[in-house]
């Protein structure tokens, strides 16, 4: 897809799986005025205001999918949780929608922990990927804590993703955030080269 943009910045992605730490990167970003587009907040918020988006839904999982333009997400997640097929299904209802609104902000950067695994760079080709990486462990720790399950839980959410090595290994940029490297600094240097590529 080419990036038709209103301005001619390059588009940069933010990637990295489930507790590396990506919000937190993205708080730092927005101290320094760099709006970040969320992919996943910017889903929900389709899946509430677009009727485009809604008619789809309806047309794939089945008219019960909404009540009363209320997004039934038991009846969603049946659906996705079925198959590999279906949940490719919903992802090709939903991605187009959102990458069209990425393309139509003013953002510059977008944050998508799922970038590769869901085939969104296909939809939005960034110019630039950098992606936040932790060591296991720290991951298990943060989403133990954050969300309140076992360890076993963690890590099947983790394993869901894809292995963060070929993450790293698919971007132009990594920010270790394994709570001993200040990230400020990793920030600092990847913009300084950013804005030498240009």
């Not at 296909?122 to 309140?148: F, T």
């Not at 913009?191 to 590529?197: F, P």
Request: hydrophobic residues 40%; proline residues 3%.
């Amino acid at each position: 897809m080419t990036n038709s943009h209103t301005h001619q910045s390059p588009v940069i992605a933010l990637t990295g799986g489930i507790g590396a730490g990506k919000s937190y990167v993205c708080t730092l970003l927005k101290q320094r005025g760099i709006k970040v587009y969320d992919c996943d907040a910017a889903a929900k918020r389709l899946l509430r205001t677009s009727l485009s988006l809604q008619e789809d839904l309806k047309r794939l999982v089945g008219t019960t999918v909404y009540r009363d333009g209320i997004l039934q997400k038991p009846i969603l997640a049946k659906f996705l949780l079925a198959s590999e097929a279906n949940k490719q299904a919903v992802n090709n209802t939903i991605h187009p929608t959102v990458a069209a609104d990425f393309l139509a902000s003013d953002c510059q950067w977008l944050e998508s922990a799922i970038y590769f695994d869901s085939g969104f760079d296909k939809r939005v080709n960034a110019d630039y990927v950098i992606c936040v990486s932790a060591p296991l462990e720290v991951r298990l720790k943060r989403i133990m804590q954050r969300d309140d399950i076992s360890r076993h839980e963690a890590l099947a959410w983790i394993q869901r993703q894809l292995p963060q090595e070929e993450v790293v290994s698919r971007s132009d940029f990594e920010i270790v955030n394994d709570g001993q490297q200040a990230i400020e600094p990793q920030i600092e240097n990847i913009i300084h080269q950013l804005s030498a590529l240009r």
